[in-house]
């Protein structure tokens, strides 16, 4: 079974220290994992996804296939990175993302 | 990136009417999209696929027949909560991937908050 989970539902952090938010995730094959963020009254957007291997406003993540972790990291937060990160899964081919719970980011000036 | 808009964003109605939720691919063609449903302060749970031209597929515990998907182009997908009542009161998400785009980003509407009164 699909499953992701995001241990802490609620990270506050002050500015400019750093920013680790947790993800482990439970798939039988090989996945496709995303993080997406949420802030205040908007959409949810793709923030990164593990394929790309990509740095998005100084956030990273590594695919850690041995211990099936996703963790989403940052050296220095932001006030503006607050929001909601759900960490997500996705198998092959044409099929939903299954979701973490989220984890609320507070970013403490 | 690929637009999803969805209307309306915000509905109140009555116990026992229908309310029909619209979620449109703005410039690209989906023959998937999935509708979500998001809890206060709770992650995003799948209630159903939605397949141009052909039945939605439902998760389990979601009532097919109360909540009504029509996928009728490939832009278009629609979704109607039938004979609401105050407990369907949600946020209602629909999204998308673009069928000739690579990779699995799926793109997100904005999201429309029923109230059922």
């Known amino acids: 079974a699909q499953r992701v989970t995001q241990p802490e539902k609620l990270l506050s952090v002050f500015k400019g220290a750093p920013v680790e938010l947790k993800c482990n995730y439970s798939y039988s094959g090989s996945p496709e994992l995303f993080w997406y963020v949420q802030y205040s009254r908007q959409r949810l957007q793709l923030l990164l996804r593990?394929?790309s291997r990509e740095s998005i406003k100084g956030f990273t993540a590594d695919l850690n296939k041995g211990e099936t972790s996703f963790h989403l990291k940052k050296p220095f937060a932001q006030e503006e990175d607050s929001a909601m990160y759900y960490c997500a899964l996705s198998g092959q081919g044409n099929t939903p993302l299954v979701f973490g719970k989220g984890t609320r980011l507070s970013v403490i000036a | 990136g690929a637009v999803v808009s969805q209307h309306p964003s915000r509905v109140i109605c009555k116990s026992g009417t229908s309310v029909k939720i619209e979620c449109r691919s703005l410039d690209f063609q989906a023959t998937t999209m999935f509708w979500y449903r998001q809890f206060p302060k709770k992650s995003l749970m799948l209630m159903a696929t939605?397949?141009?031209?052909?039945?939605?597929?439902?998760e389990q515990g979601v009532e097919k027949d109360k909540f009504l998907i029509n996928h009728a182009s490939l832009t278009l997908s629609t979704l109607t909560v039938t004979s609401a009542h105050p407990e369907d009161s949600s946020f209602y998400i629909c999204?998308?991937?673009?069928?000739?785009?690579?990779?699995?980003?799926?793109?997100f509407g904005e999201g429309s908050r029923l109230t059922v009164l």
């Open positions: 939605s397949n141009e031209g052909s039945k939605a597929t439902y």
């Open positions: 999204s998308a991937r673009d069928r000739k785009g690579r990779g699995g980003e799926l793109f």
């Open positions: 593990h394929i």
